[in-house]
């Protein structure tokens, strides 16, 4: 099966602001999470998501060719099927974590009541919907007519482990092959969505674990 990418556009020097970009979006995303949880999620959206989106459109790039299209959608429901159960493992694995435990939840109220939980899986997937589509909609689309698969994959990987640099040492540990797998899944798709749902359950499944 063959990597799927979107049209290339006719400027192929948007690799040079993509990546002076993203330096700035990085140190304000960092900045972002010293704020309590829901307004740290739909900052994170705004800056890792909107933002982003509006520079891209703004050079012409189409949302499909930013991987917001549901691509390949029977090998991205094969791919969901066969990963979620793997998901909620990790999502499980990671909360026995004693760094992990004094780390997470990020928001100290949250319980496991029906409405509140919910309304934090809700602000939890914005917040996983902007993060992923920064490293794997702006980043690896955005740099792959000019690097290839390989190299555009390496480099989002290695800046969203970046991003975890002061997290718990297995949350660090695990950002970079986790974030390669995300980006193969998205080239091999064509769609970004497929990494967010896997991201979110890991990350879902956690804080539900962590609160029992």
Excluded: C
């Excluded at 949250?110 to 917040?127: K, Q, S």
């Excluded at 689309?141 to 718990?168: M, Y």
């Amino acid at each position: 099966m063959a990597i799927i990418v979107g049209d290339a556009p006719a400027g192929r020097s948007r690799w040079v602001w993509i990546v002076a970009a993203t330096p700035a979006l990085l140190v304000v995303h960092w900045i972002g999470h010293q704020f309590p949880a829901p307004l740290s999620f739909t900052f994170a959206f705004t800056l890792l998501g909107l933002v982003p989106f509006s520079l891209a459109a703004a050079f012409g790039l189409r949302h499909r060719e930013l991987g917001l299209g549901l691509g390949n959608v029977k090998l991205g429901l094969i791919i969901l099927a066969i990963s979620t159960p793997f998901a909620v493992l990790g999502g499980y694995v990671g909360a026995q974590d004693d760094a992990i435990r004094q780390a997470y939840p990020l928001d100290p109220n949250l319980t496991l009541g029906m409405l509140v939980f919910g309304a934090h899986a809700v602000m939890y997937l914005l917040y996983y919907a902007g993060f992923d589509f920064f490293f794997r909609g702006f980043l690896l689309f955005g740099l792959l007519p000019r690097f290839g698969p390989l190299a555009s994959n390496v480099f989002q990987a290695g800046l969203a482990t970046l991003v975890h640099v002061g997290k718990p040492t297995t949350e660090l540990v695990a950002a970079f092959p986790a974030s390669l797998l995300f980006g193969y899944i998205t080239l091999r798709t064509g769609s970004i969505w497929y990494a967010v749902i896997g991201h979110w359950v890991v990350g879902v499944t956690m804080d539900w674990v962590l609160l029992r």
